[in-house]
């Protein structure tokens, strides 16, 4: 049966956040994926367990193949490809953790994963895609190892390629989280080159529907997992987190408490005393009804790596909570023995309803067909037709 829909290959797949959207777009059909579930750099291949969680929601199984160290014109024999099989989008997402700025070392040393995202180039080329997509931190672009992204953009306009790069703050787009992400685009030549801010032309979201509550009210209570989170692992974090003000509250409030001796944890107290807060006071925070969450980053699983305690109940968001801000649909199952690398599943993740936009985009670029109204919104999000305005009408104010 010929199958006249275009392919995609997806490459440092993860749990499948990029395909997500691409999976769910009547156009576009998952060809090959690989990722070699490194949790850490000292951890070995495995160890994260995305790719049953892939495999559970793409209907692919990735191959578990470590992408650092394999030459490019291996690709097409790793990845099961037949070497006439055309490879019409290319997603490769490379780690963030080396360019990112939630590391301060990264100012100073340059990771060497850092240079996946040169490898990436030499994958476009070695498979032939027709249009290369790429999502990461700020710093890819912006960062003191910008010269990674600049060798990137050079080798593929070598070989044929227009490349688009620019920093966005995804809710922009609809996103109900405060994240800060580079995204690129490249599309061969003869082909017309269109951006997210092409999609979104005269278009804009509603402030409210960016909102902590609003993305809430958008988990179904039929969605798996939705009350999945882990337990405290003690009762002095449970006292902590039961001190701490309902909506938006913080740990530095708990300074005025005459008890807060005993709250207090020994970091905590000698960044008091040193003077030296910075942004700190987000461990143990809770998120706010009226605003945008934090990022949600892939150490999301603990509630002293950032503000991720629920905004009025004493616990950690919840697994479907964090999909939800983070632009998972409601029926995205999350697979994973531990459930601390679900949360990193969800973190690490290019957020779906971003993707989704991603491959409207692609496609327009393959057909020159401009997506029609609003059909790039992803169905089983939080994010409602009646939410996207036309520009100027979307500040309604959220704090």
């Not at 997509?133 to 044929?160: D, P, Q, S, T």
Request: with cysteine; net charge positive; proline share 5%.
């Amino acid at each position: 049966m010929n199958d006249s829909r275009f392919t995609v290959a997806d490459l440092f797949s993860g749990a499948g956040g990029m395909s997500c959207g691409f999976h769910r777009h009547p156009g576009f059909r998952i060809i090959a994926a690989a990722d070699a579930e490194l949790g850490k750099p000292s951890s070995g291949q495995g160890k994260l367990q995305c790719n049953c969680t892939y495999a559970r929601n793409i209907g692919l199984t990735p191959r578990r193949v470590d992408l650092s160290r394999l030459a490019p014109d291996e690709l097409r024999g790793a990845l099961g490809l037949r070497d006439d099989q055309p490879v019409d989008v290319l997603a490769a997402c490379p780690p963030c953790t080396g360019f990112s700025r939630a590391n301060p070392q990264n100012h100073l040393r340059d990771d060497r994963r850092n240079s996946l995202v040169r490898r990436s180039a030499d994958f476009a080329v070695a498979l032939g895609a027709q249009v290369v997509v790429m999502e990461n931190a700020r710093e890819l672009i912006r960062g003191n190892f910008k010269h990674h992204y600049e060798w990137f953009r050079e080798h593929l306009e070598e070989h044929g390629y227009n490349v688009f790069g620019r920093t966005y703050m995804l809710s922009r787009f609809g996103l109900p989280q405060i994240r800060e992400r580079a995204i690129v685009i490249a599309a061969k030549q003869h082909l017309p080159l269109y951006t997210l801010e092409s999609l979104w032309d005269g278009w804009g979201v509603k402030d409210e529907a960016l909102t902590v509550r609003r993305a809430f009210e958008g988990v179904e209570a039929s969605a798996t997992q939705t009350h999945v989170f882990p337990r405290f692992s003690s009762e002095a974090v449970r006292r902590r987190i039961a001190a701490i003000p309902r909506d938006g509250g913080s740990w530095m409030d708990l300074l005025g408490r005459e008890d807060n001796e005993r709250l207090l944890t020994s970091a905590m107290k000698r960044i008091v005393a040193e003077r030296r807060i910075g942004s700190y006071p987000d461990v143990y925070g809770r998120m706010a009804w009226g605003r945008p969450a934090p990022t949600i980053k892939r150490e999301c699983s603990h509630v002293g790596n950032g503000r991720y305690v629920h905004p009025a109940e004493d616990r950690l968001c919840s697994v479907r909570e964090m999909a939800i801000l983070q632009g998972f649909p409601n029926d995205f199952v999350f697979n994973g023995a531990a459930i601390s690398n679900i949360y990193r599943h969800i973190g690490d993740a290019v957020p779906p309803l971003i993707s989704y936009q991603i491959a409207h985009l692609c496609h327009w670029i393959l057909t020159g067909k401009q997506p029609e109204g609003r059909s790039f919104l992803l169905t089983g999000t939080h994010l409602q037709h009646s939410d996207i305005v036309k520009k100027g009408q979307q500040d309604l104010g959220y704090g």
